[in-house]
């Protein structure tokens, strides 16, 4: 470029009166070489990242020559128009798109298409002016043909438009500073005149103002009164600064107020407000005034308007925030290297990288900015190779590599970026190694593939001919195409007396039907399994397993013989069936046996007792009697206990069960336990809170706790510690299933540990057996732990034991959670003294088929004062209960012939609904008898009773 104000000239220039417009509107830039600057390097560098491109220029057209202000893998500032590809760009509108230079008739002969460096592709988007005048291009150049995504054109075009906004910067700026040089100048002219320089200052362009030495203004132009719309008593003094942005104005004030109390001069940016009420960013610049005298007399500034430059300031910023986020967000690997070139090895580091470059390729963060020889010795050399080559020499390389110290593939390409001395390579990259070594195998496939077909072929009609299971191929209407030899092996039938034939010729009749079904499903896709009988030849009968799949047209079967499995498990079935039967043999010769050893010493009490008793009455002696009857009493009274533990561990005993709160229910038993397990032995009861009500029969599970206590007490005759625990329990369907017969849900656990001598697994295993004891003879029944187990089953809960041999032994007692409202569970109040006496007339039937104790109830009741009437049977008793007689109370068996007890009560209550029902029951044939069985009015007494008991609970009954 010459050295004269205006762009080079050339004599086209003057017939031409674009190319004079644009000559005249490119001097105003005042750009022709000068140096490089950042912010156009920056914008050309991330238009050849962008558009992906080798080369790209920010290109300024001139009479004989075009500048490149900023390019990128040129190396040089300008070169001749006749050569140019900008020039003909000057003739579109925005854009000129050239996807490949030899096929264009306008640069099919240029010499940098037909020679070095065989420029093929070009893009360019025009410089313009505001007026719209073209000076130049944001140009990229490849040596490919190619072309640009929408995408790309787009950002192509914003970009040159951020170009113009930098060169429009650059003119305000020049203009700024000759404006400001001009009124330096003006100013120090008018030093003497205030009245010019107050002339001149009302003219100028740009807001003057003037303060005195303690900061007040004493003048502003008529610029500024223009622009913010004050007036002159407003703006004067620190009027001013109500005109500023109210975010701004305190720093403002500050900023001038320091200054002025230091005299050095000062720059500022704020928001000043505008006529129109919007706010413009403003830069005032102010020097400090001094008389000959160096007296400080004040400021005087000026305020010049930068709203426009910061705006395109915020574009560029925003543009260079969307090249971060794509920069960010994109998949692909890329960084930024530093290649040094100045020793005998090169050696680079990352400068740059995005999130995808540390993922693909399993680098540290640490790794940025670490010289590569260092930090990674073991990389491979030919990384360096490359990337030293492309930074040496410019040209970008496109190539696919492993490293074995990443043990990973990558499709790259690398380009140099930025200044040559810098030495920086941008590098883009995928990780393909997934790709490669499908790439191998399919390789390595290919070439054992012939191989591999004739091998699977030879397997594959191997196995047919030597399978010993059946093997068919059938169309889909089911048949025959194909069979293999098994089918002789196994059925008797050659190939030929098969194929061609249907599939149910050969099939028992009773399975047409599933074997049709099975044969139509494969011919709608599906794959089917199925078990069918083959008849043999030979006219039995073998079982046969069958898979399928459809393939094409046709059927691929396999079928397995499981005639003789299936003989084998009816033969295994039959066996484990005599192995229960024995077993339950086994068990009830243990039962019977204990029950009589137990029945035959308590018998021995009661009738020798009786025996003595006899003779005593014979010889007239009475004074031993009472012993005799008491002891013959309490062994009777054992027997009961005894029945009550059997009918306990078969879930036969009559249960009543109530809400329960447990926590009350031991804690009210803790005297007694502590009585019962001695001094040498520590008791812990630990509730829980919250405890929910459990549904049970609150005796049985005092017993059941007691029981317990009682085996922990004898488990540790050295002392211990015997803990009583409560909690709230919930059993999920994977725990109920493993446990067995054990429904899921809510329960109460009750649960007692000692820290005894524990129990071996085999002991474990037989603890809940009846009559199964490892205490010493005479000192337990076995049936202590049965009832507990039968008690806990009979309540729909379970029991469950851990134990270890040395350390002790926990018994669990899960009892179900009862929902609803718990009734008030008072102390029941026993004796006769609370018994009223008999209302004359009152009517009691007895049905009873058992003789002795049908007339030891009547013969109690009738000594009591009632009337009674007695039956021996169900139908008897049911014909007294519908002939109108009074009957005040039913007292009945439950195990009654014809009818049973329950069915009498039914039939009768049709007419009598109110009739009062005491049932008798030694055996409860439903497990769950009481529960829900009693109906209001009627109550349940247990054989044996105690005639206390029955003439209490008559009393009450009557009473009630």
């Not at 579109?92 to 420029?119: H, I, K, M, S």
């Not at 490919?144 to 650059?170: E, G, I, N, W, Y």
């Not at 009682?710 to 999920?732: S, Y």
């Amino acid at each position: 470029m010459s050295s004269t104000p205006t762009p080079d000239s050339s004599h086209d220039a003057a017939q031409d009166p674009r190319a004079t417009q644009r000559l005249a509107a490119l001097a105003c830039y005042d750009v022709l070489d000068t140096p490089r600057e950042a912010s156009f390097d920056e914008l050309a560098e991330l238009a050849a990242d962008l558009c992906d491109a080798p080369i790209a220029a920010v290109n300024l057209i001139t009479g004989n020559r075009q500048f490149f202000k900023a390019e990128v893998g040129l190396g040089v500032r300008e070169t001749p128009l006749d050569s140019s590809f900008c020039i003909h760009a000057l003739q579109e509108d925005d854009f000129l798109l050239v996807p490949d230079a030899t096929q264009d008739a306008r640069f099919a002969c240029n010499p940098l298409v037909t020679g070095e460096p065989r420029l093929r592709f070009y893009a360019g988007a025009l410089l313009k002016t505001a007026e719209g005048v073209p000076i130049g291009t944001l140009c990229v150049l490849d040596y490919q043909p190619r072309s640009l995504t929408a995408l790309q054109q787009k950002s192509l075009r914003v970009l040159a438009r951020q170009v113009m906004a930098q060169l429009d910067l650059h003119r305000e700026i020049l203009e700024r500073d000759r404006r400001y040089d001009e009124l330096t100048r003006t100013r120090n002219e008018a030093v003497d005149s205030v009245a010019r320089f107050r002339n001149m200052a009302d003219h100028a362009p740009v807001m003057l103002w003037v303060t005195d030495a303690d900061g007040a203004c004493t003048y502003l132009n008529q610029r500024w009164y223009e622009f913010t719309g004050q007036t002159p008593d407003k703006a004067v003094g620190l009027g001013w600064l109500t005109a500023t942005h109210p975010e701004d104005s305190q720093r403002s004030s500050q900023i001038f107020l320091d200054a002025n109390a230091t005299r050095t001069p000062f720059r500022l940016e704020y928001r000043l407000r505008h006529a129109d009420g919007s706010y413009h960013w403003a830069i005032d610049a102010a020097l400090p005034r001094f008389g000959a005298d160096g007296t400080f007399l004040g400021y005087i500034g000026s305020v010049i308007d930068i709203q426009d430059r910061r705006h395109a300031e915020e574009q560029l910023t925003r543009s260079e925030a969307r090249y971060r986020t794509l920069f960010e967000s994109i998949e692909s690997g890329f960084c930024v290297v530093e290649v040094d070139l100045s020793g005998d090895l090169v050696d680079y580091r990352v400068v740059e990288a995005n999130p995808a470059f540390f993922e693909q390729t399993g680098f540290p963060q640490a790794i940025v900015n670490q010289w590569l020889r260092k930090a990674l010795p073991e990389l491979e050399e030919h990384w360096y190779d490359v990337y030293g080559r492309v930074a040496r020499t410019g040209e970008p390389m496109r190539f696919e590599q492993g490293s074995a110290t990443l043990e990973r593939w990558f499709d790259v390409f690398a380009f140099r970026t930025g200044d040559t001395s810098e030495g920086r390579v941008a590098i883009l990259f995928n990780d393909i190694s997934a790709r490669r070594r499908a790439e191998e195998a399919l390789q390595r496939l290919n070439e054992t593939l012939e191989q591999q077909v004739v091998e699977r072929t030879a397997e594959r009609d191997q196995m047919w001919d030597t399978s010993p299971d059946l093997m068919l191929v059938s169309d889909f209407s089911g048949v025959f195409r194909r069979v293999n030899p098994a089918w002789t092996a196994m059925l008797g039938y050659a190939a030929a007396e098969l194929i061609g034939r249907h599939v149910t010729e050969f099939v028992a009749t009773d399975d047409h039907e599933s074997t049709i079904d099975a044969y139509r499903a494969a011919a709608a896709g599906g794959r089917p399994t199925i078990v069918n009988r083959y008849r043999h030849k030979d006219g039995s009968i073998r079982w046969i397993s069958w898979v399928s799949a459809p393939a094409s047209d046709v059927t691929y079967a396999t079928g397995r013989d499981l005639t003789a499995e299936r003989e084998q498990a009816l033969a295994l079935a039959h066996t484990e069936e005599q192995l229960r039967q024995a077993q339950k043999m086994e068990a009830v010769g243990q039962l019977t046996g204990g029950i009589a050893h137990d029945f035959n010493n308590l018998l021995t009490g009661v009738i020798g007792s009786l025996d003595l008793l006899q003779r005593q009455m014979a010889r007239g002696q009475t004074d031993k009697l009472a012993r005799y009857a008491t002891a013959a009493t309490t062994s009777a009274n054992r027997a009961a206990a005894l029945t009550h533990r059997l009918l306990a561990f078969s879930r036969r005993q009559p249960l009543d069960p109530k809400a329960v709160n447990a926590n009350r229910l031991v804690s009210g038993m803790e005297d007694l336990l502590r009585r019962t397990i001695g001094e040498n032995i520590a008791l812990e009861i630990v509730t829980a809170g919250g405890l929910w009500q459990s549904m049970c029969d609150p005796h049985q599970l005092e017993s059941a706790v007691l029981n317990l206590v009682i085996n922990g007490r004898d488990a540790m005759p050295d002392g211990g510690t015997l803990t009583i625990e409560t909690c709230n329990a919930h059993i999920d369907l994977a725990y109920a299933a493993r446990l067995g017969n054990v429904r899921p849900g809510q329960y109460v656990c009750v649960c007692v540990t000692d820290t005894g001598t524990g129990m071996t697994k085999d002991t474990i295993a037989r603890a809940f057996e009846p009559f199964f004891t490892t205490k010493p003879i005479g000192q337990g029944t076995g049936l202590g732990l049965s009832m507990i187990y039968g008690f806990a089953r009979q309540s729909e809960g379970y029991a469950k034991i851990y134990s270890e041999v040395g350390r002790g032994t926990t018994v669990k007692l899960y009892l179900p959670r009862f929902h609803g409202d718990a009734d008030s569970m008072d102390d029941e109040q026993g004796g006769l003294s609370a018994a009223q006496g008999v209302v004359s007339g009152e009517v009691v039937l007895v049905i009873e088929d058992e003789t002795v104790v049908r007339d030891l109830v009547v013969e109690v009741l009738q000594d009591l004062g009632y009337q009674t009437m007695e039956a021996a049977d169900g139908p008897s008793g049911l014909k007294l209960l519908l002939s109108g007689a009074r009957v005040d109370l039913l007292i009945t068996d439950m195990g009654l012939p014809g009818l049973n007890g329950r069915q009498v009560v039914d039939a009768a209550r049709v007419h009598r609904p109110t009739l009062k029902v005491l049932f008798m029951t030694g055996y409860a044939e439903n497990a769950t008898i009481a529960n829900g069985f009693l109906e209001p009015g009627m109550q349940m007494i247990t054989k044996p009773f105690a005639v206390d008991a029955l003439i209490l609970r008559v009393r009450d009954m009557i009473k009630g």
